[in-house]
């Protein structure tokens, strides 16, 4: 299943951690290595609890008003993806991900890691910062 948002544009490949219970002290606690983080929102309050060192991207359900999710993803040189509430109840913890530029993809089958592979491989010359 794949779904259309905003965001930081980017590739990303990861399983969900995915935030639903913001009533604990820290909701982001235990985030394993290169995860996708998904959840309704995320503020920049938020990012004080967050550690973007296991994050490779991020998708949040509602749309980014704010700007706060995009803002973070700039800052720490990953994509999101926001405003894709249709597949709120589709993502658990431990899905396989993909950010695809701005589309999502839930637990793509070989042909389409093999195609955003392809795809993320011509994007890398671009994205280096060799001079």
């Known amino acids: ?7 930081v544009r980017g590739f990303a490949k990861g399983k969900a951690f995915v935030i639903n ?3 604990r002290r820290n909701p982001f606690e235990g985030i394993p290595a290169g995860s996708i983080l998904v959840a309704p929102a995320i503020t920049l309050s938020d990012s004080a609890m967050i550690d973007f060192r296991k994050v490779v991207g991020m998708v949040t359900f509602e749309p980014d008003t704010d700007g706060d ?7 720490m040189g990953i994509p999101a993806i926001t405003g894709v509430a249709e597949v709120s109840h589709r993502i658990v913890s431990g899905d396989r991900l993909l950010i695809r530029n701005l589309d999502v993809v839930i637990n793509p089958d070989l042909e389409t890691v093999m195609e955003f592979e392809e795809l993320r491989a ?3 010359p671009q994205l280096r910062l060799d001079f």
């Open 1 to 7: 299943m794949t779904a259309r948002g905003t965001g």
């Open 21 to 23: 219970d913001f009533s």
């Open 69 to 75: 999710v995009c803002l973070l993803a700039r800052g």
């Open 122 to 124: 011509a994007a890398s």
